[in-house]
């Protein structure tokens, strides 16, 4: 199975998927294990929890996943994505270092670059957070 993960422009230390793939209904599955040795990730926790923002990059990551592949398999330059919009998020619980959260990324609707996704992630099976947000996705150089 190919990693998605690799069809998104982030770089370590905040490159954080560890495996993204394709599902059979299109959506995008992704796995992320919170490590305690990144100085980025270090930085934002709080007493060891994962804040909601991190929660929602890790999130935006996995949907960057499904524009990379596009773009992958038209030999175009791998997109940046732009967050503009949340329509609905809610945390369900603290989400600590050595954590694995499964992601699901559906898209909804696409209008040209606008992509709006269903955002679901979960910890042992239990969510820990849901959505709707909103993307754009940029070629670079193409806006500020």
Same mark, same amino acid.
């Given at each position: 199975? /190919?990693?998605?993960?690799?069809?998104?422009?982030?770089?370590?230390?905040?490159?954080?998927? !560890? #495996?993204?793939?394709? /599902? /059979? !209904?299109?959506?995008?599955? &992704? +796995?992320?294990?919170?490590? !305690? !040795?990144?100085?980025?990730?270090?930085?934002?926790? #709080?007493?060891?929890?994962?804040?909601?923002?991190?929660?929602? /990059?890790?999130?935006?990551?996995?949907?960057?996943?499904?524009?990379?592949?596009?773009?992958?398999?038209? +030999?175009?330059? %791998?997109?940046?994505?732009?967050?503009?919009?949340?329509?609905?998020?809610?945390? &369900?619980?603290? %989400?600590?270092?050595?954590?694995?959260?499964?992601? +699901?990324?559906?898209?909804? +609707?696409?209008?040209?670059?606008?992509?709006?996704?269903r955002l679901l992630a979960t910890v042992r099976g239990e969510v820990a957070a849901m959505?709707?947000?909103?993307?754009?996705?940029?070629? #670079?150089? #193409?806006?500020?």
């Open positions: 199975m /190919e990693n998605l993960a690799q069809f998104i422009p982030h770089k370590p230390p905040m490159h954080w998927l !560890d #495996q993204a793939w394709l /599902e /059979e !209904d299109g959506s995008i599955g &992704a +796995r992320w294990t919170i490590p !305690d !040795d990144n100085l980025v990730i270090n930085t934002l926790l #709080q007493a060891k929890v994962l804040p909601p923002g991190a929660v929602l /990059e890790v999130l935006a990551q996995a949907a960057a996943c499904k524009a990379g592949l596009s773009a992958s398999q038209s +030999r175009a330059p %791998i997109p940046a994505g732009r967050l503009v919009a949340i329509e609905d998020l809610s945390f &369900a619980g603290p %989400i600590r270092v050595g954590d694995t959260l499964e992601l +699901r990324i559906s898209v909804i +609707r696409q209008w040209q670059n606008l992509l709006k996704c959505g709707v947000a909103t993307f754009a996705v940029v070629v #670079q150089g #193409q806006f500020p």
